[in-house]
């Protein structure tokens, strides 16, 4: 099983650029979840979604745009990428209760 | 709103010394809690988590945490460290009221163990 995979794992963006953080498992879980890593600050949770054609907002969604269409596929949308947007990206699926299942992370640096 | 803080970004011991992470929570209601474990440039994976149940949990590499009600804990402690055990550490707790797969993590501990 490949589990949760992201794509791509290394990007650089100039400000304002937009871009799509791919993210897929075949675990077949309903639930997934993007995460965001900054030194001290732990993750922090920017969309989630309990199913297919469901998403909802984290603690730090601005400047994100989500969509889940199929079980699969969880992309994660930057809209005008800012230099605060610099960081480590995770996707997540999970089975309850919260055991999360991560991929291996997208390092976005943004110009 | 559930919140999670871990005491102390960084921890050091000597192999084969206890390891004792701390981690203290809020929740408006009943937590579910998880420590997550995380090696240089991987994601993160489960070391162990409570539910319901018995309050002393034991995890996988011979952690284990136990949930403290009265004192809103859950610190993780393992009796001997290893050198593999350098990582980073965090603690987090579900959001039970908003579907208990939302977590909300701690700030995380990384530990350093030296020979």
């Known amino acids: 099983n490949a589990g949760v995979t992201q794509t791509p794992k290394f990007q650089v963006l100039k400000t304002g650029q937009s871009m799509t953080l791919q993210c897929a498992q075949d675990m077949n879980h309903e639930y997934m979840s993007w995460y965001r890593q900054d030194p001290g600050m732990g993750l922090r949770l920017i969309h989630y979604?309990?199913?297919?054609?469901?998403?909802d907002q984290g603690e730090v969604p601005n400047g994100y745009n989500v969509s889940r269409s199929t079980t699969e596929d969880f992309p994660l949308r930057l809209l005008s990428a800012a230099p605060s947007q610099t960081s480590v990206y995770f996707c997540?699926?999970?089975?309850?209760?919260?055991?999360?299942?991560f991929g291996e992370g997208s390092r976005l640096t943004v110009l | 709103a559930q919140s999670v803080t871990q005491l102390g970004s960084h921890v050091s011991v000597s192999e084969g010394a206890l390891v004792l992470l701390r981690c203290n929570y809020s929740s408006s209601v009943p937590p579910y809690l998880f420590w997550y474990v995380q090696y240089p440039n991987q994601g993160l994976q489960l070391l162990l988590k409570y539910t319901t149940g018995a309050t002393l949990v034991k995890g996988i590499n011979g952690f284990e945490a136990e949930f403290k009600k009265s004192e809103t804990s859950f610190h993780l402690t393992k009796p001997s460290a290893h050198m593999s055990d350098a990582a980073e550490y965090f603690c987090a707790v579900s959001d039970r009221a908003g579907g208990y797969n939302k977590l909300i993590f701690g700030a995380g501990t990384r530990l350093a163990v030296h020979p």
């Open positions: 979604s309990v199913g297919a054609g469901i998403t």
């Open positions: 997540a699926s999970s089975t309850p209760p919260g055991e999360l299942f």
